[in-house]
Every structure is written in structure tokens, then in C-alpha cells.
């Protein structure tokens, strides 16, 4: 089945580590997206990317840094400028055609500092 | 960018009962998606709809783009109806979401 695999479902974190949370989709679909949820709260944009090698800040990419050197894949990093990494963190992935404009989420990763 | 506000923040309904959920944005658009989150994190997509009504099955929604609104009906809610709403609108070719609804379906 096509869909969204984002890993590790939890994730724990030193204050001053890098951390990577993964994406993969085969939907073939062209745009990707990073989406930090906190308790309580909507889903705020990070980056995202409409084409492969190519990809935009969000409302709040300060402190996170993305990558898009296949289709398939949209990896995130939280570095150590991000000072309030604890989050649920989505991804996506969409298509557009003449009669929809879907969106297809991943599971989550939810990241801890410790 | 696009303001998107959610009405209510918090609905507790007993199974069975009907609903209406509210969103309503600050500026024309031509995309507005529904989204239910389960309890586990996992978002869905309930509906594409930009203008007009659809149904799917005990859900259905209504957007009146002219007056800048959409509806989500839930009728003869079942506990599995539980989690938290979200109308998202694209604007800029990003998804922006309202803050949800949380819902709560008791036995």
C-alpha cells in the first residue's frame, strides 16, 4: 500500500544534540511538507518542498534545516538552535489534479529533549 | 496569511447526537480541506472541498466561499468520532490550519 513512513515513532534528545527524523512516501507525490504540532495546538508549517532539490521555509523553520535529494524523501533535522524542540512532528505529502488537492499525512514523531 | 478560526474549541457529545463543527477564514480561497486527528496522533483527511456540499457517509460538509465558511456535520456520532477537527486552507501553496476541535463522543 502507498503512504507515508516516518521513523522513529519516539525519539528522546540531549539539549545540544542534532537529531534527524526521517520521511519516506511512495505516492509518488511531488510536494513534501514538515509540520510541528504542540499540545493542544493547530499544525505549524516548517518546510517544505515542491520539487525535488528544492524546498522552502514555513512559518517556524528557525532552528531546523531539511533536505530533498530524492522524490521519495524529506528528512528533518532539529539542530541545537532550536530551543524548544519537544514536539509532535508530521509530515506529508500531496498531489494536485483537477478535482482534488490531497494531502497524506505520516504517523508522527514524537521528540522529547531530555 | 490566511487567518483560520475554529468554532468550537472543545465539543462533548453523547453517541448518537448530531453536530456541527465551524471554520471560518479571512480571505477567498480556493482549497479547504478537512482533517480528523485520531487519539494517536494519526491526521486523516475527511474531505476536499472547496466550494459547495459532500457526504461520506455520517459525515458531511459545507463550504460557502462567498461568506468565507465551512461546515462539518457529524450525525449519529459514535466514539470512534472522537479526536480533534482541523479545517486547513491552502494558501501561497502551503496548508494552513485552525487551532481544531476537540471532540469527545461518551458511551
Known amino acids: 500500500d502507498g503512504g507515508i513512513t516516518q521513523s522513529p515513532k519516539y525519539l528522546f534528545r540531549k539539549e545540544g544534540q542534532n537529531v534527524t527524523l526521517s520521511c519516506e512516501q511512495n505516492?509518488?507525490?511531488?510536494?513534501m511538507y514538515w509540520y510541528r504540532q504542540d499540545p493542544g495546538q493547530g499544525l505549524r508549517l516548517i518546510y517544505y518542498?515542491?520539487?525535488?532539490?528544492?524546498?522552502q521555509k514555513g512559518d517556524i523553520a528557525e532552528g531546523y534545516s531539511v533536505s530533498r535529494e530524492k522524490k521519495e524523501s524529506f528528512p528533518l533535522t532539529v539542530t541545537s538552535a532550536q530551543k524548544n524542540p519537544t514536539a509532535f512532528y508530521l509530515c506529508?505529502?500531496?498531489?494536485?489534479?483537477?478535482?482534488?488537492?490531497?494531502?497524506?499525512f505520516g504517523s508522527g514523531t514524537r521528540l522529547t529533549v531530555v | 496569511g490566511i487567518q483560520v478560526e475554529q468554532s468550537p474549541p472543545d465539543l462533548i457529545l453523547q453517541e448518537g447526537a448530531n453536530s456541527t463543527l465551524r471554520c471560518n477564514f479571512s480571505d477567498s480561497v480556493n482549497n479547504l480541506q478537512w482533517f480528523h486527528q485520531n487519539p494517536w496522533g494519526q491526521l486523516i483527511n475527511l474531505f476536499y472541498?472547496?466550494?459547495g456540499t459532500k457526504q461520506n457517509g455520517r459525515l458531511s460538509a459545507t463550504t460557502v466561499a462567498t461568506e468565507r465558511y465551512s461546515l462539518l456535520y457529524i450525525s449519529s456520532s459514535q466514539t470512534t468520532d472522537s479526536g480533534v477537527y482541523f479545517c486547513a486552507v491552502v494558501g501561497w501553496g502551503k496548508l494552513q490550519f485552525g487551532a481544531g476541535t476537540q471532540v469527545v463522543v461518551t458511551p
Open positions: 506529508a505529502s500531496s498531489i494536485r489534479t483537477a478535482t482534488n488537492y490531497g494531502y497524506t
Open positions: 518542498s515542491q520539487i525535488v532539490n528544492d524546498f
Open positions: 472541498i472547496p466550494s
Open positions: 505516492l509518488n507525490h511531488d510536494a
